[in-house]
């Protein structure tokens, strides 16, 4: 497994080592120990997740304000533009993204901390999606940012508007977000954005 840093030190792109040959291939997405050992994070799974969307669907920015999930994400079927939004108000990289491709063929995987708001849109004729979350889906604390909020200016590598769905339509600003505020204890509390 390689660890490459992005952009925003906290958020991983993972290679894993793909064993392939003329009947197919094989590759670990997940181990425990080795991840722990590549990147110095200890994570606990609790929820997978597996959608699948069609053609400039986006989805997203999503993020729960309270019991944040840190997700590990892949896709399976076909490709996606994956961004990850640092919502972490006393973060230098606060309000900044990351933007990554993510598809079946390059089999890689994006490590994104709570604390981030997530989205993707689907770049093939569809796409499944995989995702571990650290913390369970909990919709009373979901959020969600506005995907083209010009505060964030995220590059979305689409002609034209998105198929979204009315959630996400009605997303906020970032300016008019509930974003975490970390406190010494590493524990996430709620502030405003405005703040």
């Not at 991983?12 to 094989?26: S, Y």
């Not at 892949?74 to 973060?91: E, N």
């Not at 993204?97 to 709570?114: D, F, H, M, R, T």
């Not at 979350?133 to 508007?161: K, S, V």
Request: contains cysteine; charged residues 25%.
């Amino acid at each position: 497994m390689k660890v490459v840093q992005t952009e925003i030190a906290d958020v991983l792109v993972i290679e894993p080592q793909v064993f392939g040959d003329d009947r197919g291939f094989f590759y670990e997405s997940f181990n425990e120990r080795v991840f722990l050992d590549k990147t110095g994070i200890s994570v606990h799974f609790v929820q997978d997740n597996h959608s699948r969307s069609a053609k400039n669907v986006l989805r997203g920015l999503h993020y729960q304000i309270e019991q944040p999930q840190g997700k590990l994400v892949r896709v399976v079927v076909g490709s996606v533009f994956d961004v990850a939004v640092d919502l972490r108000a006393g973060s230098k990289t606060f309000g900044q993204s990351v933007g990554v491709y993510l598809s079946a063929e390059n089999k890689q995987l994006l490590w994104i901390p709570a604390g981030f708001a997530h989205g993707f849109v689907v770049l093939s004729e569809s796409a499944e999606f995989l995702y571990k979350t650290t913390d369970y889906y909990a919709p009373e604390h979901e959020r969600c940012l506005l995907w083209n909020d010009p505060d964030l200016a995220i590059a979305w590598p689409i002609p034209g508007e998105p198929i979204l769905s009315a959630k996400d339509r009605a997303g906020k600003l970032l300016l008019d977000a509930e974003v975490f505020a970390e406190t010494p204890n590493d524990k996430f509390v709620v502030s405003s954005s405005r703040n």
